[in-house]
Nanobody, 123 residues
Framework: QVQLVESGGGLVQPGDSQRLSCVAS????????MGWFRQAPGKEREFVGA????????LYADSVKGRFTISRDNAKNTLYLQMNSLNLEDTAVYYC????????????????WGQGTQVTVSS
């Protein structure tokens, strides 16, 4: 199995920046596509962005394009989400996901998920 643990969430003000991390452990020797999803109270989980194992393809939801940046450090088995120009609509629990075959929004059905980290944007 693969274990994913997110960190870096917290309370921020509109316009602030924040970086989330997701550390993978366990059976991480095989290639894993990874991505970020978020879920606000009373809403369905939505796609934020994804990156392939090699980093040759990156996808973003329109709502975060130009503000968020996905990256990964395979030597550290870590996925990152750099969030800039945060607004109230970004408030949600952010989850990372990993899968050996699925990619992009299809990671909604990923085999591995983290526990989530809360990001609250408030003035």
């Amino acid at each position: 199995q693969v274990q994913l643990v997110e960190s870096g969430g917290g309370l921020v003000q509109p316009g602030d920046s924040q970086r989330l991390s997701c550390v993978a452990s366990g059976m991480t020797s095989t290639a894993l596509n990874m991505g970020w999803f978020r879920q606000a109270p009373g809403k369905e989980r939505e796609f934020v962005g994804a990156i392939t194992w090699s980093g040759d393809s990156i996808l973003y939801a329109d709502s975060v394009k130009g503000r968020f940046t996905i990256s990964r450090d395979n030597a550290k088995n870590t996925l990152y989400l750099q969030m800039n120009s945060l607004n109230l609509e970004d408030t949600a629990v952010y989850y990372c996901a990993a899968d050996r075959g699925r990619y992009g929004p299809s990671l909604l059905s990923a085999a591995y998920w983290g526990q989530g980290t809360q990001v609250t944007v408030s003035s």
